[in-house]
């Protein structure tokens, strides 16, 4: 898990350095292109029977929400401090417990209820109003993002009912392609010799994410790991420092030090919920 957490950072470190080039619509094409190309043998070992979709239509659509995700996320990486992002990103599940509320006609009690709010809480200290314009930007862009994987986040829990965890990836990967292709087209600029390498380290890290994300849950619940999904906002600390001289505020660290703790207990709460077997 911590060498998932290491990876996505770096990825996304990437996008940063690429967006002073290219723009990160352009940015992102590539990366489900590479990414495709890493993993889509990984997902062939696995069989072709088990990539057949029973529920295309959703899937698609998963596609698209997941496109405007990635497309608003890599637009914010090349506006905000790397730290302010990545704490923002936690925010993603908070918006999937509310969102399940009508999605999935799921209730939510008083504690999930408390800590969404103090989640929300923790984004406004990180987002800090008094900022420049060009920081609330970003941060504006990250919580639009993160609102549109926590919709992803209650399509798969639909989608996990029929399609297996191979097709939900694999279909992902290929909708991902031709709908970020169509959204980088107008900004074509065509990447050179030094963003090529920075392209391939992007889908390198980004593949290596979620193969060891998939293994850490795979070797343990996911009570267990995801604790440690918090060093994202230390390797952001770091690699935003060394590569970018940003120094993150207080306010980053403390307001995403609330959101990940509220999203941690929302996660051992839903546990809880679920039957034991």
Not at 10 to 24: F, G, I, K, W
Not at 152 to 167: D, G, M, N, Q, W
Not at 187 to 199: E, F, Q, S, T
Request: aromatic share 8%.
């Amino acid at each position: 898990m911590v060498v998932a957490t290491l990876a996505i950072v770096v990825m996304h470190a990437c996008v940063r350095h690429l967006a002073t080039d290219l723009h990160p619509f352009e940015v992102a094409f590539f990366r489900n292109l590479l990414g495709l190309a890493f993993v889509l043998p990984l997902l062939l070992r696995s069989g072709l029977d088990q990539l057949w979709p029973r529920r295309p239509l959703l899937l698609a659509s998963r596609g698209v929400v997941d496109a405007g995700a990635m497309l608003l996320f890599f637009t914010a990486l090349g506006m905000a401090p790397l730290a302010t992002v990545t704490a923002l990103s936690f925010t993603a599940p908070l918006f999937a417990t509310v969102l399940a509320i009508p999605i999935l006609r799921e209730t939510v009690g008083v504690r999930r209820a408390t800590s969404v709010v103090v989640g929300f809480i923790g984004a406004l200290i990180v987002i800090n109003p008094s900022a420049s314009s060009l920081i609330s930007a970003g941060a504006a862009l990250t919580l639009g993002s993160a609102c549109f994987w926590g919709l992803t986040l209650c399509l798969v829990k639909i989608l996990s009912r029929s399609e297996t965890s191979i097709a939900i990836t694999f279909w992902m990967a290929v909708s991902l392609l031709p709908v970020t292709l169509v959204a980088a087209l107008p900004v074509w600029r065509g990447p050179d010799v030094d963003a090529i390498g920075w392209l391939l380290l992007l889908g390198a890290s980004g593949t290596l994410g979620q193969v060891c994300l998939s293994e850490a849950m795979r070797h343990a619940e996911a009570t267990v790991v995801l604790p440690l999904d918090f060093t994202r906002l230390l390797w952001a600390a770091v690699l935003g420092y060394l590569l970018f001289a940003e120094v993150p505020s207080a306010g980053t660290l403390i307001g995403g030090s609330l959101i990940f703790a509220s999203v941690v207990y929302i996660g051992y709460r839903e546990r809880a919920r679920q039957p034991v077997t």
